[in-house]
């Protein structure tokens, strides 16, 4: 018993012997693929450039499940210093009271070096940002060069109506999907109304405070869905379920489908699977003809800190976030995923390397241009409440529409109604609370 | 004094040691979360703690009045009758094919009971692949009538896909179940009702039918109770809930609900209200079925 517990004693002086020397915490991310494989090649060049901290990375494999994680996690006092989380959460952590804004606990970073189209998304009221922008990403449109010149279309479609056109011209030509989406309503509704700049909720999509509600079903969004469906009757659209790979970008990139609305974030993909095969040009997402280009909002995902950690740890955490702020960081981490670096200086570093034009960086000006387009009120962002329970209901609804079952209109009204619910649930569960 | 029971044990506090980490664990992993669930649904609760509201009723009538809980209630029963049915049923009719002296009725009885090994998320995986629309079964259907057989755009065709899968998966059980009344009936009475003229059909259902009704029973309450909680696996591999919420069971959007939009307490109100369907189904499943069933023989 007396060596049991010596022994015991030894291992726990060990530890807090270890502990002084290096200080270990943990970072929770989402991804999986190619963009795992980033981020843990960052994780290891940390912890090889210095001795002092280690980070473990610890990959949940969703977005959704690292959240979930994290919320039992942090009920039970076990969570993680730094954890990614998505866009769509943005609000829901801000007033959580979970996490503290990077900009407080590192007030000396030059924030203003990120571009504005990031800041927007994840910044307070007074600016401060609450979250370090970390895998950014925007909507592009893809295209398979070959296959459009091959229908005789030699001029990338820039539009709607020239995309239709192509469409018309690839099924001429015996194509089976000239276009091909998943109604996600990243794509089809935040990135649609945000460049077109149609607000998709009043109280300039919540960012003037709670009792904002949806308007989604009275803009331009109703028609272009409406559209949407039109075409895909007409055999020129289909769905990612519709494809034979069952998936809307792995049917691009399998050369189902002609052209396609993506994340920035997939160009990798798709530029290693059309190796050898095909061409492929990423440009701006299309605007309908009558209306004036807006910015893309920043997709993707950002680093918080959450809060019931020791000073030591969260000094370590700060070390990590200052370490993937560093340009090359940044540069690589854009080089192996197709996400777009969001700092104005890594921008210039890019300009530097004369890699420019170089594959690799294909979607980092294209993606800086769109997010950089003029910014009304209601293209900042989205700042509503249970904002991922509304990308649920939203897809339920419109999935109704898209099998004919309802009308876009229908769709979208019924959105709006148990949207509105969620946000004055969102409101009374947080009463009191100020948008910070 | 000492009741035949006690006798086993020589201290009597023995029994009560070794029923102790069963019950610990029955404890922690369902009453505790049961209780939460239930303290949960009368607050609005904060995902990430802190500032929980109590509300009242006020949680079970935002459910109580909303649509899509019923729609999702209503899916959740048709799946209920539907699927357990058929998944007695299937297993029934195979349970009396492999009791006769059929040729290869030994090795069915072995192979219907290998599906048991798999679990719940890899029968989805599987389906989904059998059901895909382009490389399954069911494409040759797709190429004579172009988008016949489509689940993963039309509601029904996906509602029949997840009812395919969990039939399957409830084969085996419930055929080892069914397989063990039947061996356990004497052949004499086959003998005496073959003698008295009655054929094969006469003889199942005048005979082996009314004879394993317990079983039949014991099967279907499972079944009953099961389908409503053992589907989760299959809609969240196969379908998500989709197309359009036509597969949105109240299991999958009790998590949905909770895990992936935060709503702790409208999660937990259905998760309470859930409880006591299934509570009330049993009972009324004992209550009605279970008297009319004689378990002597």
Redesign the interface.
């Known amino acids: 018993m007396k060596i049991f517990t010596l022994a015991a004693t030894t291992a726990a002086l060990m530890a807090g012997a270890g502990a002084a020397q290096a200080t270990d915490f943990e970072f929770w991310y989402g991804n999986t693929g190619s963009v795992e494989t980033a981020i843990l090649a960052q994780c290891d060049a940390f912890n090889a450039a210095q001795s002092q901290d280690k980070v473990t990375c610890v990959g949940q494999g969703s977005y959704?499940v690292s959240m979930?994680k994290a919320?039992a996690a942090?009920?039970s006092g076990n969570a993680p210093v730094l954890i990614q989380f998505f866009d769509a959460g943005t609000l829901?952590l801000m007033l959580?009271?979970?996490v503290v804004p990077v900009q407080d606990i590192l007030p000396d970073v030059d924030w203003a070096n990120y571009i504005d189209g990031a800041r927007a998304y994840y910044e307070t009221s007074d600016g401060r940002l609450y979250s370090q922008p970390y895998n950014a990403s925007t909507l592009l449109f893809y295209t398979n060069k070959t296959q459009l010149e091959e229908a005789g279309i030699t001029e990338t479609p820039k539009s709607w109506e020239e995309i239709k056109a192509a469409a018309e011209k690839l099924k001429a030509a015996g194509h089976a999907c000239p276009f091909v989406t998943d109604g996600d309503t990243w794509r089809v509704l935040e990135q649609f109304s945000a460049r077109h700049g149609l607000p998709i909720a009043s109280n300039h999509n919540g960012y003037d405070g709670l009792n904002a509600e949806y308007v989604l079903n009275t803009t331009f969004v109703v028609q272009h869905l409406t559209n949407l469906v039109e075409w895909r009757n007409e055999g020129l659209v289909r769905?990612?379920?519709?494809t034979?790979a069952?998936k809307y970008a792995d049917a691009f990139n399998a050369g189902e489908c002609a052209m396609m609305e993506g994340s920035s974030g997939s160009y990798a993909a798709s530029a290693k699977a059309f190796e050898g095969k095909y061409e492929v040009t990423v440009d701006m997402a299309p605007m309908y003809e009558d209306y004036e280009r807006h910015n893309t909002l920043v997709g993707g995902a950002s680093i918080y800190v959450m809060k019931g950690h020791s000073d030591a740890e969260v000094a370590a955490a700060k070390a990590f976030l200052d370490f993937l702020r560093q340009p090359e960081q940044q540069m690589a981490f854009t080089a192996a995923t197709g996400y777009v670096p969001v700092t104005k200086d890594v921008l210039g570093a890019i300009e530097a390397s004369g890699e420019a034009d170089a594959a690799k960086y294909a979607t980092a000006a294209i993606g800086i241009e769109s997010m950089n387009q003029p910014r009304t009120e209601d293209s900042r962002g989205v700042r509503l409440g249970?904002y991922?329970?509304f990308r649920?209901v939203f897809?339920?609804?419109t999935?109704?529409a898209?099998?004919g079952?309802q009308t876009m209109q229908v769709a979208l009204d019924n959105a709006k109604t148990?949207g509105d619910?969620?946000l004055r649930?969102f409101e009374?569960?947080?009463?009191g609370?100020k948008l910070p | 004094m000492s009741s035949p029971t006690q006798a086993l044990f020589a201290n009597r506090w023995l029994p009560v040691l070794l029923v102790t980490p069963l019950a610990l664990l029955i404890v922690i992993f369902f009453y505790v979360p049961i209780f939460q669930a239930f303290y949960w649904s009368f607050f609005?609760?904060?995902?990430?703690?802190?500032?929980s509201?109590f509300v009242g009723w006020a949680n079970f009538a935002?459910v109580l009045s909303?649509p899509?809980f019923w729609e999702a209630g209503k899916r959740t029963v048709i799946f209920m009758v539907i699927g357990s049915s058929l998944a007695v049923l299937v297993p029934l009719i195979l349970a009396v094919a492999a009791d006769r002296q059929l040729r290869l009725s030994q090795p069915a009885r072995n192979v219907l009971v290998w599906p048991k090994g798999v679990a719940g998320a890899s029968i989805g995986v599987i389906f989904a692949f059998i059901f895909?629309p382009?490389?399954g079964i069911l494409s040759p259907l797709n190429q004579w009538f172009p988008g016949i057989w489509?689940p993963?755009?039309?509601?029904t065709d996906a509602f029949i896909m997840l009812i395919a899968a969990h039939v399957w998966s409830g084969i085996p059980f419930n055929f080892v179940i069914l397989l063990a009344g039947l061996q356990s009936l004497p052949r004499t009475m086959h003998q005496a009702a073959a003698m008295d003229g009655a054929g094969a059909w006469r003889r199942i259902f005048d005979v082996q039918l009314p004879l394993i009704m317990p079983q039949v029973f014991l099967t279907l309450v499972l079944e009953f109770t099961e389908s409503v909680t053992s589907a989760f696996a299959l809609v969240d591999t196969m379908t998500k809930?989709?197309?359009?919420?036509s597969t949105?069971l109240l299991v999958y959007k009790i998590y949905?609900?909770g895990?992936?939009?935060?709503?702790l307490?409208?999660a937990a109100t259905q998760t309470a209200i859930l409880m006591v369907f299934v509570v009330l189904l049993t009972g009324a499943q004992f209550a009605f079925l279970g008297r009319r069933i004689n378990y002597e023989r």
């Open positions: 959704e979930q919320i942090y009920r829901d959580s009271d979970a769905l990612g379920v519709d034979r069952g249970f991922v329970q649920e897809m339920e609804e999935q109704k898209w099998n079952e148990r619910e969620l649930r009374q569960t947080y009463q609370v | 609005l609760e904060r995902p990430f703690g802190g500032g509201i935002r909303d899509q895909n382009f490389a489509a993963g755009i039309d509601g809930g989709g197309p359009g919420g949105n949905v609900d895990f992936n939009g935060y709503d307490s409208g």
